[in-house]
């Protein structure tokens, strides 16, 4: 089992930049496939970047790519989430997640909610105009 705690959001304008981190308890974090959601008030938890259990490849929906970067720190149990360029859009509550994946097709079904078992309590990120 898995504890995630989120930091790092908060208010900034459009066009800045804020730094996520999800911090892991227990001695297995290099074993779980780590993700990023998000969920604006009234829409549904949507995925934003997930990244595979060694740190090498990284996934992001088209709505972040080239503005956001997930990253991760397996000595420190730590996964992060660059965001920059931010925009309006942006602003939600942002959830780390964690799923267990057996064998090297880490990526299929990385996009969905329900194929991560463990998640963090969430932290607002809101962006002004």
């Known amino acids: 089992q898995v504890q995630l705690v989120e930091s790092g959001g908060g208010l900034v304008q459009a066009g800045g930049s804020l730094r996520l981190s999800c911090a892991a308890s227990?001695?297995?974090?290099?074993?779980?496939?780590m993700g990023w959601f998000r969920q604006a008030p009234g829409k549904e938890r949507e995925f934003v970047a997930a990244?595979?259990?060694?740190?090498?490849?990284?996934i992001y929906a088209d709505s972040v790519n080239g503005r956001f970067t997930i990253s991760r720190d397996n000595a420190k149990n730590t996964v992060y989430l660059q965001m920059n360029s931010l925009k309006p859009e942006d602003t939600a509550v942002y959830y780390c997640?964690?799923?267990?994946?057996?064998?090297?097709?880490?990526?299929?079904?990385?996009?969905?909610?329900?194929?991560?078992?463990?998640w963090g309590q969430g932290t607002q990120v809101t962006v002004s105009s």
């Open positions: 997640a964690a799923r267990i994946v057996d064998g090297a097709r880490w990526y299929l079904r990385v996009t969905f909610v329900m194929e991560y078992r463990y």
């Open positions: 227990g001695r297995t974090f290099s074993s779980y496939v």
């Open positions: 990244i595979s259990r060694s740190g090498g490849d990284t």
